[in-house]
Each structure stands twice: as structure tokens, then as C-alpha cells.
């Protein structure tokens, strides 16, 4: 059984891919589980879409665009979202909450509108929706391993910050800590791990 | 003495009507503030315009001589705040951490906490009394123990001017009076400069050594002994209202 992983490529790239992931995902999610974000990784793959689907209707229009791979208009969108949900947790103090499904509910309808003026649901948005593990190839494998890279090193780096910021961030800022830099930098790299959730 | 903060002639507010209007305060070096006030008095607010959290619409504020805007040596100040406990009790810390996050300030990016920084934790912790607590879980403590904690982490960074929003809240009247001698102690040994909001008149104002009214702005700011002289002033604020407390406590007994 475990030959068959040294026999095919595509195997070992799952294998490595998932090994990766693994072990970053929990590491940034901690994170987000004790500043009661947990959803924010599914709001910002929802918004993902939304970049897709505008790519690909850009697309249509603008041959040159095809030659591009619609992941990166969805990590564009990904950090606009992103940075939407931080004013949107200000703005809602008490209902930090809130900002979350914003964002979800907003990015799939917005994605909807784009998908039918991109004229309907084709395949190559069916593939970005439900991805595999099987089919990672070395491009994705490379730009996961980049990303695992930077994401530890950063965490290694930002630790105490992000550490006290989850614990307290009023307290955070009295200490001199950029509270609003870093949230947004955090939410930056769950958006780069996401990224890999798509790959 | 000099004096630590100056504020003059600030006015804030969250709507129309002002939460704090034309208020001058300052507060010497070495002094123990007492800040007095029914609720919705803009005590909160006061504090928080002192830290930096709220811009306010007019006046000057300065800390240690400097406008507050341009001031960035947070490490000078230990705050506790109002809510202790409003931290997630499964917050996945030990005290030890907890307290070492009021290094991170000055400790400063790309740098880690050295074997001197966890000297100074633990010198902090031993101050408060929590030394043996160091690898508990903050979140198994009791709420008067979770409060040092606080109070270790504000003193870590050995600040000049320490502040403290109601930290007596939820606290049984023992825990209060040993915190209170605590706090009596850091300032008369240390030298530290305190700023305690309660509403614990009563009890506070045999510790603190000044006192400041407050109700929009600043109505009376002197000397813990003169405040108890001025019975109008203290009846206002609920000074006697303690009073009638303790003797029936007394009864009971």
C-alpha cells in the first residue's frame, strides 16, 4: 500500500500537500478559534468565489485575462473582504459578530451575479468550487510550500503579538501594539493558508 | 512634584450632549488619586481619553510632559481595566504568560522574551502574591486572584503611573482592603503613581491620599483628609453611604 505513494507523483503531492497544510491550518487557526472568528475562513472562501467569478466574466470580455489563473483576482477579493470585515468588527462593537456574515452572504450573492453574467455556471468555476487533493500538481505544491514557509516564519516572528492581541486587544494597543496592522496581517495569512484550501 | 498628566479645558463626547466638558486635572508624581464619581460621570471616559483610546473633540491632554499624541512610551503606564475578567476564561494561557504579555510593549518586534524579562515576571508575580500560580491556567483562577494577575502583568513593565478602573468590582470586602494595602504599599515604597477609579468611597479614601470629584468635569480635587472634612462633598459622592453599611455590618456581628 505505501509503495504506490513513492510510485505516483500525484500521490506524493497530496501527501505532502496535506502533511503542510495540516500542520499550518491549526497553527493560524487557534488563533481565530479564541478571537471567535472561526467562520471568518469560510466568509473569505465565499468571497474567493466572488473574484473568481468576476475573473472569469472579465474573462469573456477580455481575452487576455484567460491567461491568467482566476485564483489570484480571488485572493484580491479574499483581502478586500478581509479588510471590509475589520472596519465592519469596529463599526459593530458590540456585535463584532456580525461582520462575518456580512461578508459571506454578500460575497455569495455578488458571486452569484457574476457567474450569470460570465453566462452561467461553466466548469472551470465548478473546479475552483469543490477542489481535490489528488489534483495538486507541483505549481500548487511549490506555492504551498512558499506559503508554509512565510506563515511560520511570521509566526515565529509575531507570536507575542498576535498572542496578546487574541488575549486582550485593548490592553494590546495600550502597550503600544499596532492593533489594527496586525489584525489585518493576520487575517492576510489565514487567507494565504486558505488559499491552499482551494489549490 | 511635577506632574505626570495635565489635562486642561477637554471636552468629549459621544453625541450631542458632553460626557466631559471643560475638565482640568493634574496629577502629581508619587500622588494616590482617588477619581470619584456617580455613573455616567465620564469616569471611563476620562480614563480612556488618558490612554489614548478616545480622541478628545477639544482641550489638551499631556503625559509626562509630552502632547498625548505624540507620546509613545506606553511602557510608563500599567493600566487594569474595568472588566478584568472579560478575557474568554478557556483562553488557552498560563498566568506566567499572561503577565509577561505587559513586556511585549517594550520588549519590542523581532525580539523574544529573555531570561532577564522572566525575572521580571516573576518579580511582578511576587509582588501581587501569585508566584506559585505561575503555570496555572489563567482561566481556573478566581476572580480576585485573576485581578493580581492583571495587576502583575500592569506592574511588569514597572511603569511610573498605574491605573486602575473600579478593580475591586465583583470582590469580597477582604480581598478588597488586602488589594487596596497592596496598592498603598506600591505607592508608598515604590514611589508609583496611582490613579483608582471606585466606588468604593468609604473604603478607598482611608488608602488614597488625594481625591478628585467628578461629574462632567472636575468639582473637587484635594486631599483625602479634606474631602472627609467637606461633608456636603462627601455626602454627594456616597462617602456616608458606606458608612451606614459598615454599621450594619456591625450590627449583624
Given at each position: 500500500?505505501?509503495?504506490?505513494?513513492?510510485?505516483?507523483?500525484?500521490?506524493?503531492?497530496?501527501l505532502?500537500?496535506?502533511?503542510l497544510?495540516?500542520?499550518?491550518?491549526?497553527?493560524l487557526?487557534?488563533?481565530l478559534?479564541?478571537?471567535r472568528?472561526?467562520?471568518?475562513?469560510?466568509?473569505?472562501?465565499?468571497?474567493?468565489?466572488?473574484?473568481?467569478?468576476?475573473?472569469?466574466?472579465?474573462?469573456?470580455?477580455?481575452?487576455?485575462?484567460?491567461?491568467?489563473?482566476p485564483?489570484?483576482?480571488?485572493?484580491?477579493?479574499?483581502?478586500?473582504g478581509?479588510?471590509?470585515?475589520?472596519?465592519?468588527?469596529?463599526?459593530?462593537?458590540?456585535f463584532?459578530?456580525?461582520?462575518?456574515?456580512?461578508?459571506?452572504s454578500g460575497?455569495?450573492?455578488l458571486?452569484?451575479?457574476?457567474?450569470?453574467?460570465?453566462?452561467?455556471?461553466?466548469?472551470?468555476?465548478?473546479?475552483?468550487?469543490?477542489?481535490?487533493?489528488?489534483?495538486?500538481?507541483?505549481?500548487?505544491?511549490?506555492?504551498?510550500?512558499?506559503?508554509?514557509?512565510?506563515?511560520?516564519?511570521?509566526?515565529?516572528?509575531f507570536?507575542?503579538?498576535?498572542?496578546?492581541?487574541?488575549?486582550?486587544?485593548?490592553q494590546?494597543?495600550?502597550?503600544?501594539?499596532?492593533?489594527d496592522?496586525?489584525?489585518?496581517?493576520?487575517?492576510?495569512?489565514?487567507?494565504?493558508?486558505?488559499?491552499q484550501?482551494?489549490? | 512634584?511635577?506632574?505626570?498628566?495635565?489635562?486642561?479645558?477637554?471636552?468629549?463626547?459621544?453625541?450631542?450632549?458632553?460626557?466631559?466638558?471643560?475638565?482640568?486635572?493634574?496629577?502629581?508624581?508619587?500622588?494616590?488619586?482617588?477619581?470619584?464619581?456617580p455613573?455616567?460621570?465620564?469616569?471611563?471616559?476620562?480614563?480612556?481619553?488618558?490612554?489614548?483610546?478616545?480622541?478628545?473633540?477639544?482641550?489638551?491632554?499631556?503625559?509626562?510632559?509630552?502632547?498625548?499624541n505624540?507620546?509613545?512610551?506606553?511602557?510608563?503606564?500599567?493600566?487594569?481595566?474595568?472588566?478584568?475578567?472579560?478575557f474568554?476564561?478557556?483562553?488557552?494561557?498560563?498566568?506566567?504568560?499572561?503577565?509577561?504579555?505587559?513586556?511585549?510593549?517594550?520588549?519590542?518586534?523581532?525580539?523574544?522574551?529573555?531570561?532577564?524579562?522572566?525575572?521580571?515576571?516573576?518579580?511582578?508575580?511576587?509582588?501581587?502574591?501569585?508566584?506559585?500560580?505561575?503555570?496555572?491556567?489563567?482561566?481556573?483562577?478566581?476572580g480576585?486572584?485573576?485581578?493580581?494577575?492583571?495587576?502583575?502583568?500592569?506592574?511588569?513593565?514597572?511603569?511610573?503611573?498605574?491605573?486602575?478602573?473600579?478593580?475591586?468590582?465583583?470582590?469580597?470586602?477582604?480581598?478588597?482592603?488586602?488589594?487596596?494595602?497592596?496598592?498603598?504599599?506600591?505607592n508608598?515604597?515604590?514611589?508609583l503613581?496611582?490613579?483608582?477609579?471606585?466606588?468604593?468611597?468609604?473604603?478607598?479614601?482611608?488608602?488614597?491620599?488625594?481625591?478628585?470629584?467628578?461629574?462632567?468635569?472636575?468639582?473637587?480635587?484635594?486631599?483625602a483628609?479634606?474631602?472627609?472634612?467637606?461633608?456636603?462633598?462627601?455626602?454627594?459622592?456616597?462617602?456616608?453611604?458606606?458608612?451606614?453599611?459598615?454599621?450594619?455590618?456591625?450590627?449583624?456581628?
Amino acid at each position: 500500500m505505501i509503495e504506490v505513494f513513492f510510485q505516483y507523483d500525484f500521490l506524493q503531492n497530496a501527501l505532502i500537500a496535506g502533511i503542510l497544510i495540516g500542520f499550518i491550518a491549526p497553527m493560524l487557526g487557534v488563533f481565530l478559534v479564541v478571537k471567535r472568528m472561526s467562520l471568518v475562513a469560510d466568509a473569505l472562501s465565499h468571497i474567493t468565489l466572488t473574484g473568481i467569478a468576476f475573473h472569469l466574466m472579465l474573462a469573456n470580455v477580455f481575452a487576455v485575462l484567460s491567461a491568467y489563473d482566476p485564483i489570484f483576482m480571488g485572493m484580491v477579493f479574499a483581502v478586500i473582504g478581509a479588510l471590509i470585515i475589520e472596519q465592519l468588527r469596529k463599526v459593530y462593537t458590540h456585535f463584532k459578530e456580525m461582520a462575518i456574515p456580512i461578508i459571506l452572504s454578500g460575497g455569495v450573492g455578488l458571486a452569484v451575479i457574476f457567474i450569470s453574467l460570465a453566462d452561467g455556471f461553466n466548469t472551470d468555476l465548478y473546479a475552483y468550487l469543490f477542489g481535490s487533493v489528488a489534483a495538486v500538481g507541483q505549481a500548487d505544491l511549490n506555492t504551498i510550500i512558499i506559503i508554509t514557509i512565510i506563515v511560520v516564519t511570521l509566526l515565529i516572528l509575531f507570536y507575542k503579538e498576535w498572542f496578546f492581541i487574541s488575549f486582550d486587544e485593548e490592553q494590546a494597543s495600550i502597550s503600544g501594539i499596532r492593533v489594527d496592522g496586525w489584525s489585518f496581517c493576520s487575517l492576510f495569512l489565514w487567507r494565504s493558508s486558505l488559499r491552499q484550501r482551494c489549490a | 512634584m511635577s506632574s505626570i498628566i495635565e489635562v486642561n479645558n477637554l471636552t468629549y463626547q459621544y453625541t450631542d450632549i458632553p460626557v466631559l466638558e471643560n475638565l482640568n486635572l493634574s496629577i502629581e508624581r508619587g500622588s494616590f488619586l482617588g477619581l470619584v464619581g456617580p455613573n455616567g460621570s465620564g469616569k471611563s471616559t476620562l480614563i480612556k481619553c488618558i490612554l489614548g483610546l478616545a480622541k478628545p473633540q477639544a482641550g489638551t491632554l499631556s503625559m509626562f510632559g509630552s502632547e498625548i499624541n505624540r507620546f509613545s512610551e506606553w511602557g510608563r503606564i500599567g493600566y487594569v481595566s474595568q472588566r478584568a475578567n472579560r478575557f474568554n476564561a478557556g483562553f488557552p494561557a498560563t498566568v506566567f504568560e499572561v503577565v509577561s504579555m505587559g513586556l511585549f510593549g517594550q520588549v519590542g518586534l523581532f525580539r523574544f522574551i529573555k531570561k532577564k524579562d522572566r525575572n521580571k515576571v516573576y518579580d511582578a508575580l511576587q509582588t501581587v502574591g501569585m508566584e506559585n500560580f505561575a503555570k496555572q491556567p489563567i482561566g481556573k483562577l478566581s476572580g480576585g486572584q485573576q485581578q493580581r494577575v492583571l495587576i502583575a502583568r500592569a506592574l511588569v513593565s514597572e511603569p511610573e503611573l498605574l491605573i486602575l478602573d473600579e478593580p475591586t468590582v465583583g470582590i469580597d470586602a477582604v480581598s478588597a482592603r488586602k488589594f487596596y494595602d497592596l496598592l498603598g504599599q506600591l505607592n508608598r515604597e515604590k514611589g508609583l503613581t496611582l490613579l483608582l477609579v471606585s466606588h468604593d468611597v468609604g473604603t478607598m479614601t482611608k488608602y488614597v491620599t488625594d481625591v478628585a470629584c467628578l461629574n462632567k468635569t472636575i468639582h473637587f480635587h484635594g486631599t483625602a483628609h479634606d474631602f472627609e472634612a467637606d461633608k456636603n462633598l462627601s455626602t454627594l459622592y456616597g462617602y456616608d453611604v458606606q458608612q451606614i453599611i459598615h454599621e450594619h455590618e456591625e450590627i449583624a456581628k
